[in-house]
């Protein structure tokens, strides 16, 4: 059973920067694509990045130049480094990692911009 915990979301002022972790609990295997969502209060759940087997990266328009997506060599982690953090970029994030088994999903982890 594939297991993600996601970690370092938390509460930052407009302009700062935060650095996701998702840590899966093992090896993953046939890993096809690796990526982050994000959930803000009363809209549908949306693509952030994603990070292919082959190592393609993917940008949602709004964090395109401010988010950078990566991963550690064996695949066992997974990162979002966020950096001029608005408003708009409030809400729960989520890791996902989809293999021939399916799509896993970690629990979340909340980021709120606010001053």
């Known amino acids: 059973q594939v297991q993600l915990v996601e970690s370092g979301g938390g509460l930052v002022q407009p302009g700062g920067s935060l650095r996701l972790s998702c840590a899966a609990s093992?090896?993953?295997?046939?890993?096809?694509?690796m990526g982050w969502f994000r959930q803000a209060p009363g809209k549908e759940r949306e693509l952030v990045a994603t990070i292919t087997g082959s190592s393609n990266i993917n940008y949602a328009d709004a964090v395109k130049g401010r988010f950078t997506i990566s991963r550690d060599k064996a695949w066992r982690t997974l990162y979002l480094q966020m950096n001029s953090l608005n408003s708009e970029d409030t809400a729960v994030y989520y890791c996902r990692v989809r293999n021939a088994w399916g799509d896993h999903w970690g629990q979340g982890t909340q980021v709120t911009v606010s001053s």
């Open positions: 093992g090896t993953i295997p046939g890993i096809q694509v």
